[in-house]
């Protein structure tokens, strides 16, 4: 049997990179994180490139994931049954909130985010479907993470702790594990400035057949419109977003919870 193509696992190696960073990245960057030598990437990623599923800005000259493969994945997401029987219900709530509103899947060790509904209002946005968002760092990833959707995958020194995004990330065991209780006791996570400064985030369980836990629905905005003066969630804006995740949950047959 013959063995792996080596430059087709890079190239994947490469799209996983692009995939898994909120930045465009450099060649020099893509070389050091996947040791390869800058010939070798700039290959790579000029042949990725011309088959656009890789596009580089003109004026940083720094890559990202390109159109192509975006539309892959979306060809992808229309047929997942989570997302088409969410749309509507994320629609709503977004509606209702006033805020962005993002459904979230585990993907080796992240949160894929399968749809996004736009604020609605008039400013300027970017699509986050396909994104792939930390499990520690965001509250999409602690509802997957608290019911045992999702896990976290060991870095290579275990002993430094999570990743920390800012200075509010929760970036040990302790202080994690801790957070995931709280959210299996009240129904709902949180994430307050700790992905990103100045943004919040709220989460709730979709439930599927049996009750288990199968995505997360969200909505994430400007933390002063997501908490009050004094860091807490607006209770309305948790009731709004309980009400929607219950009512994908009994679309997808999950009992009343």
Known sequence: MPGPVQSIERAAAILRLLA?????????EVAASLGLAKGTA?????TLQHVDFVEQDAATG???LGAALLHLGTSY????????????WADALAARSGEAVRLGTPLEGKVLVIHHVFRPDDTLQTLDVGSLLP???????????????????PGPEPEAGLEAYTRHTLV??????????????????AEIQE?????????????????LVVGALGVSGPVERICDGQGRPWPAL????????????????????
């Open 77 to 88: 997401l229309d047929v997942n049954e989570l997302r088409s029987r969410s749309l509507n």
């Open 238 to 257: 948790i009731t709004l977003l309980r009400e929607g995740a219950r009512a994908i949950s009994r679309d997808l047959g999950a009992a009343r919870w």
């Open 135 to 153: 499990l520690h760092a965001s509250s999409l990833g602690k509802v997957l993470l608290a019911y045992g959707t999702a896990t976290l995958e």
């Open 42 to 46: 700039h290959g790579i990623l000029r």
């Open 172 to 189: 040990t065991p302790q202080r994690l594990g801790q957070a995931l209780a709280e959210v299996r006791e009240q129904g709902w996570a």
């Open 62 to 64: 720094k890559y990202q």
């Open 20 to 28: 898994g960073g909120p930045r465009r990245l450099g060649l020099g």
């Open 195 to 211: 992905m990103s400064m100045g943004e919040a985030g709220l989460a709730a369980p979709i439930r599927g057949h049996g009750g």
